[in-house]
């Protein structure tokens, strides 16, 4: 305990001229033995106004000895304080009494009355602050050795009381917070760092049976998709077929080290293009306006290639910006005049006479409504159970009805558009999918563009996993395709397909909605509280491993638009996944041309892509997910 902490005692020094002087005069009968003649009234008056003058001076400054005791600087020892010591060493000299009012006026009888006693020896009052002073200290020691060792035996207390030479704990031990340590220092209890000490949990208290058939009535499924009909939303359509992964094993080894399970991640759909082309056609029919459908229709006869009219190419391929459309999604315009969509609406792709728009909210809903109304898939759109559907429904409608770009409002444009995927190398350097004529013309040095046409569709690569085994843990697919910035040519297949596959998975999670409903129903008429607790608490918008139908990247997300892209190019020139592996510049496959991982995620820090200051670098992706917010 420090001084400050609390007040200091009284000190017995400092008042103890008043205390001597108080003392002196009612002793003064028992003192006055010790003379040898009887004393005289002038004494006692001399002697009194001299003790009173010493004893009345208090206001002298005091100081704080260790102790906590007062004493007077320049403090003179009084006469008494001598006196008392000429008392120990057994001194008869005179002592002066102090004055007394029975001696104002003396009488004969004035000492009568003093008793013929010999006072006991006093102790000093200077070795009497010595030995107060020391008490006091000791009483100090006590406590702080009390509060030292409360401490030190307390949980959490004083741990590693030996100190090395710089400072540190020289305790055998590493100690964690909160650990018990004895009066000895030993650990009580050393847990591990994996090991968590759990908290009391209260017993939950049982539900009686009439209880929980109450709570039982209160459980309701699924609330989203009960007023839809899958069988409605797929009436004329052929089923999409399954993906890769309920698919037996075909026996044909795997593609890469990664395994089957890599290759069978990939839902591409029928590989055969003419039937490719048939479900995509019947699709357009069906699910669009007339309108709409039919170019959809007359779209399909020029980029697949099937024998339409006994022709196998067609022409009339439309290239990726011949609209020159730049098309932005958010829920309000605040982000408007940020660096990052700036650089889209007035930067280099406005130098270069792209159009720019940004679709809020309320406007995607106008938009949809004016292109589908009374459409199928106006159904769709209407019911999707989130805003990150949605929001990426639209990105696909919107490059499918006008073409050019779409990027996120969290893009920054880092090279003009007409740099996009400049002097790609030929996919398997055109062999088997371009004529002779072409390659011949390659080998001249002819532009590569001037053979092909400029491409119809640009994307980027956003992974390439290599030969980790955990990339299942951060992608959808070992190759993805990124979907933050889309570019395409109107009426394009690759955006029709994706479409295709929202189409079907939304069909899919309202067949699993009333499952689930039918089944809590059951349960609940069965009695089965727990069972169907747990039943109701899955989300449509839960992932397969979490018991949910489909999970967002595989219903509208990157695993949606990469199946799509990797789809249409498998049907059209045979390209598998494996042969996007290790790209570094970019790659034409027909009308595609696939930029690397640099193209449009520069910076990532993996798959080999470089920074944003690169020549392969096009766009910069900022990873802000705003879609993250949205319900």
């Not at 024998?307 to 910006?321: L, M, T």
Request: proline content about 6%; hydrophobic content about 35%.
């Amino acid at each position: 305990m420090y001084p400050s902490d609390h007040p200091p005692p009284p000190s017995s020094s400092s008042s103890s001229s008043s205390t001597t002087s108080r003392r002196s005069s009612s002793e003064h009968s028992s003192t006055s033995t010790y003379y040898s003649h009887s004393p005289s009234i002038n004494t006692f008056k001399s002697t009194h106004s001299r003790d009173t003058s010493r004893s009345i001076n208090t206001n002298l400054p005091k100081t704080f000895d260790l102790s906590g005791a007062f004493s007077s600087i320049s403090e003179k020892p009084h006469v008494n304080d001598i006196n008392h010591e000429d008392l120990e060493k057994g001194s008869t000299t005179s002592y002066d009494l102090p004055k007394s009012p029975s001696l104002e006026h003396p009488t004969s009888s004035s000492f009568s009355h003093i008793p013929n006693k010999v006072p006991h020896l006093h102790v000093g009052l200077r070795r009497r602050r010595i030995l107060s002073q020391l008490l006091a200290l000791c009483g100090l020691l006590t406590v702080l050795g009390w509060w030292i060792l409360s401490i030190r035996e307390s949980p959490g207390g004083i741990i590693g009381m030996g100190i090395g030479k710089n400072g540190a704990s020289e305790h055998p031990k590493v100690v964690l917070p909160g650990i018990i340590i004895g009066s000895n220092g030993e650990i009580i209890h050393q847990p591990t760092v994996e090991e968590e000490s759990p908290l009391p949990l209260e017993e939950e208290k049982e539900l009686t049976h009439a209880e929980k058939m109450a709570e039982l009535s209160k459980i309701k499924g699924p609330q989203w998709g009960l007023s839809l009909s899958s069988d409605h939303l797929l009436a004329g359509l052929r089923p999409f077929p399954s993906s890769g992964q309920e698919e037996e094993d075909d026996g044909k080894p795997a593609l890469s080290e990664l395994g089957k399970f890599a290759d069978q991640i990939y839902n591409l759909g029928t590989l055969d293009p003419e039937e490719y082309y048939e479900q995509m056609k019947e699709f357009a029919k069906v699910v669009f306006p007339k309108k709409i459908a039919e170019q959809l229709q007359n779209a399909l006869d020029i980029y697949v290639n099937v024998k339409v009219n006994g022709h196998e190419e067609k022409k009339g391929k439309e290239s990726w910006d011949s609209t020159k459309r730049i098309w932005q999604t958010d829920k309000t315009r605040s982000k408007v005049d940020t660096k990052e969509v700036r650089s889209w609406k007035d930067g280099q792709a406005f130098d270069e006479g792209w159009q720019w728009d940004l679709l809020t909210d309320s406007d995607a809903d106008k938009y949809v409504t004016k292109h589908l109304a009374g459409s199928r898939f106006k159904e769709i759109w209407d019911n999707l159970p989130s805003g990150i559907l949605r929001s990426d429904t639209l990105r696909y409608l919107l490059i499918l009805f006008e073409g050019g770009i779409y990027s996120d409002t969290d893009t920054l444009l880092l090279k003009p558009p007409s740099a996009w995927g400049q002097n790609p190398k030929l996919y398997k350097d055109g062999q088997g999918w371009m004529t002779d004529i072409q390659l011949q013309r390659i080998q001249d040095g002819d532009d590569v563009d001037d053979i092909l046409g400029k491409p119809s569709v640009i994307v980027g690569l956003e992974a390439d996993v290599g030969d980790r085994e955990d990339w299942f843990d951060w992608w959808p697919r070992p190759i993805q395709i990124v979907q933050w910035t889309l570019t395409s040519s109107p009426f394009h297949p690759i955006a029709l397909n994706a479409l295709l596959r929202i189409h079907h998975s939304t069909a899919k999670a309202v067949q699993w909605s009333h499952s689930v409903s039918h089944s809590i129903k059951v349960l609940r008429d069965q009695g089965r509280y727990e069972d169907a607790k747990k039943l109701a608490m899955v989300d449509v918008m839960n992932e397969p491993k979490n018991g949910g139908p489909v999970g967002v990247m595989a219903w509208t997300g990157p695993g949606v638009w990469t199946d799509a892209v990797l789809s249409y190019l498998r049907v059209q020139y045979g390209l598998v996944w494996t042969d996007l592996k290790d790209l570094r510049v970019p790659l034409r496959i027909g009308d595609v041309v696939i930029l690397p991982v640099t193209g449009f995620s520069p910076g990532v820090g993996n798959f080999g892509a470089q920074g944003s200051f690169h020549h392969e670098a096009m766009v910069q992706h900022d990873f802000a997910g705003s879609w993250k917010n949205d319900e």
